[in-house]
């Protein structure tokens, strides 16, 4: 299993990034709303949050551990004012291997609260953003979003079929964190608890959806296509090769 940990970068002390070295974790994703600390701080509810993520982003470094930035497509980022752009050269500053832009969603069946007005958006204004972060991934800047979910999120946004449907709940599962295994956080069919699980209740029929957008599912998605999933496979390959972060 790849393990990745997501955190807002809080707790992150010499303790707790040695323990997490020490795991066998991969890698570590850490959530950025704004290259602005006061305006991160404010969203978040935690005082000196950038200074805590900059501290941490050095100390998981220092411990050969990549680390991502996870932004949430918000309207705490401003299109007009380049704010996407800002954000990600402040995240390369900050020492991060490359900024995940996650889809807005205001409709999920998880544990995790929603973000309320601040990502609603209409498919327009959606789209308008997404082919922006399409643009700056084009010109080179580390942005982690794989080509083909920008594609395939922009299709749908514009009501056509996706090059790449999603398949949760057939390769791709959720796990919350009282340890309970859906299908996916849209639909939310619940499978069983992962501690009783009986493996046979893991082949599950194929079904591609085109329900949402939520890039949990969405991106890993993608390598689940069989020979259509070769160029995606080898064009992360070469992406993450080029910029020296582990595979």
């Not at 002390?13 to 704004?34: C, F, M, N, P, Y």
Request: aromatic fraction near 8%; hydrophobic fraction near 35%.
């Amino acid at each position: 299993m790849l393990v990745t940990v997501v955190t807002n970068g809080s707790l992150l002390d010499e303790k707790s990034v040695s323990t997490l070295a020490g795991s066998g974790v991969q890698s570590v994703s850490i959530s950025v709303d704004h290259y602005d600390g006061t305006v991160l701080a404010q969203n978040r509810g935690i005082a000196d949050l950038a200074q805590k993520i900059h501290d941490g982003v050095q100390l998981l470094r220092g411990h050969g551990l990549p680390v991502q930035a996870s932004t949430t497509i918000s309207k705490l980022l401003d299109l007009r004012s380049g704010d996407y752009l800002k954000l990600v050269e402040h995240n390369q500053q900050l020492g991060f291997d490359g900024t995940y832009f996650c889809y807005p969603m205001t409709d999920m069946r998880s544990n995790y609260a929603l973000g309320g007005e601040i990502v609603q958006f209409d498919r327009g204004e959606l789209a308008e953003i997404i082919a922006h972060i399409r643009a700056l991934k084009r010109q080179k800047y580390p942005i982690d979003n794989s080509c083909e979910t920008l594609n395939d999120v922009l299709a749908f946004l514009a009501n056509r079929p996706s090059r790449f449907p999603c398949v949760a709940g057939y390769k791709v599962f959720y796990l919350d964190w009282d340890l309970r295994l859906y299908d996916c956080m849209t639909k939310g069919t619940h499978i069983a608890p992962i501690l009783e699980l009986d493996p046979g209740a893991l082949r599950l029929p194929r079904v591609e959806c085109e329900e949402c957008i939520l890039s949990c599912d969405r991106e890993p998605s993608i390598y689940q296509h069989g020979a259509r999933s070769i160029t995606p496979f080898l064009r992360l390959l070469g992406d993450t090769l080029t910029r020296g972060v582990s595979f």
